[in-house]
């Protein structure tokens, strides 16, 4: 008798969310907001990307198309993050807090549809720092593995102090933290060709992980559960030049009590980094038992065939099914 295969994981799509664009639609700096969005994307990018996410509603809203998508793909398990188009962190705290709750809650009834399948994550005001915990738990009632957190809040990195809380009440609870940048802050710099994205997303990735593992946030909460999407941004890839400064200058590391690159095999990294080779060089440095599949459902930057993308990097068959499958069953605890 052969056993059951481990079912496949992806841990990186996306649900849109109506109810939270309809609690902010004509507030009080939406139209400011908007208008730094443009800035930094472009026109060019924007022309391209309302179409591109019309076409694909029906997959980040209904949960019955989602799951035709994620047969066609060979997918079995999927944790549903909200789209990073939800943040709002321009938003003053009440509305803050209700977003949050909103979006909790639209997601877990989202992936109630079908809950062996779809697993959600919430979302953290992360520019009201006194809300993270309360979002958290608020999260877990829902029944939640967790947060989709960015990679700052305007004015504040993921390393301030403000955010000590957060990392220890998602340390004690178990709960997931899914790294997702929205925006870059090199604004108008990368605003055409799409280097808002291209450029930007791993840019923010390498940013926010540098700062959680240079101001000793990793050295007070070893046990965080923290998932950074893109693989980490260029971060894993370039880590010798922090563990070189690190090691060469004072100022690098005074809060950092080990090397740099050792930090990296505590965390988590999805797969999406669009190239074989790279896939190969992250599972490298940072250990096969620390990669996950992820597609970036349903969007133009994530792949339509993630188990295909995982074979192209001609891992072991151990390490294949290892990303595929049992860090994330592991992980996200999956019986």
């Known amino acids: 008798m052969t ?35 443009a800035r930094r994307n472009g026109p060019a990018a924007l022309a391209v990307n309302g179409p591109m996410v019309r076409r694909r509603i ?29 943040y709002h962190h321009w938003t003053d705290e009440t509305t803050a807090k209700n977003l ?9 009834a989202h992936c109630s549809a079908a809950p062996d399948r779809l697993k959600g994550l919430g979302l953290v005001p ?17 029944r939640l593995l967790g947060l989709e957190i960015s990679s700052h809040a305007p004015g504040r990195e993921l390393s301030d102090p403000a955010y000590e809380p957060l990392w220890r009440r998602a340390e004690e609870t178990g709960a997931i933290l899914f790294l997702h940048p929205f925006g870059c802050t090199l604004d108008e710099r990368l605003d055409r060709w799409y280097l808002s994205n291209t450029v930007g997303q791993p840019t923010e990735n390498a940013v926010a ?7 000793g ?90 188990v295909g993308a995982l074979r192209a990097a001609r891992l072991s068959e151990a390490d294949f099914h290892a990303v595929r499958s049992g860090n994330a069953a592991a992980l996200l605890d999956l019986a």
């Open 209 to 215: 992980l540098s700062h959680l593992i240079f101001s």
């Open 3 to 37: 056993s059951r295969p481990r079912p496949t994981v992806d841990v990186h799509a996306h649900v849109l969310l109506p109810e939270v664009e309809a609690l902010v639609d004509g507030l009080p700096g939406l139209a400011e907001a908007r208008a730094l969005d």
């Open 58 to 86: 029906p997959r980040l809203t209904d949960a019955g198309v989602r799951l035709a998508a994620m047969d066609a793909q060979g997918v079995d398990i999927q944790l549903v993050s909200p789209s990073p188009s939800h």
């Open 217 to 306: 946030v990793l050295d007070r909460h070893p046990d965080l559960k923290l998932i950074a999407a893109h693989g980490g941004g260029y971060l894993p890839t370039h880590i010798g030049r922090a563990d070189h400064a690190w090691s060469a200058r004072s100022d690098a590391g005074p809060d950092c009590a080990h090397l740099p690159s050792s930090y990296l095999k505590r965390l988590h990294f999805d797969s999406l980094v669009h190239d074989p080779h790279v896939l190969r060089e992250l599972i490298r440095v940072v250990g096969a038992d620390r990669v996950l599949l992820g597609s970036d459902f349903p969007f133009d930057m994530g792949t339509e065939d993630p």
């Open 126 to 142: 992360l520019h009201h720092p006194s809300l993270a915990v309360p979002a958290l738990e608020h999260a877990l009632e829902q």
């Open 100 to 108: 949050c709750r909103l979006a909790n809650e639209a997601t877990a």
